[in-house]
């Protein structure tokens, strides 16, 4: 498994690799092209990294989701094995936004709290002293 950015992954699914967009999530970007890296963004990816670090992990899809993206990315929610949603614990410890696409999608309510609870707690992208106080 190797992590692309704070949202992204790609792994070997058959023997395949496949790039996984972590559904309900957004990160600063890192790799969007003629974009510069935005703030927080390698923070997020290592994020990302450190959570998934020598992890095997499950993939749950969601029936009220695509199952690709337009740019052929499967959609997923991304497990470890002792049962940790990475996609929550993202936004959880303030690493990512919660990112609805067009229809509301499964852990959606408990994404917005889990992002209500971090901006209370002025965790990572909330903190003031993250990115200057700017926000999204």
Do not use: H
Not at 5 to 26: A, H, P, Q, S, Y
């Amino acid at each position: 498994m190797r992590v692309v950015d704070g949202d992204t992954i790609r792994v070997l699914i058959d023997g395949e690799e496949k790039t996984i967009r972590l559904i309900g999530i957004d990160t600063p970007e890192t790799k969007a092209p003629q974009k510069p890296v935005e703030c927080f963004g390698q923070e997020a990816t290592e994020k990302l990294v450190n959570l998934l670090d020598d992890e095997e992990v499950i993939l749950e899809s969601d029936n009220t989701q695509s199952d690709q993206d337009r740019y052929g990315r499967l959609l997923r929610y991304v497990f470890l094995q002792d049962g940790t949603n990475v996609n929550l614990e993202m936004i959880k410890q303030g690493y990512a936004y919660e990112y609805t696409y067009g229809a509301p999608y499964i852990y959606q309510n408990e994404f917005k709290q889990a992002q209500q609870e971090a901006q209370l707690n002025d965790r990572g992208l909330w903190s003031p002293q993250t990115c200057d106080g700017k926000r999204e």
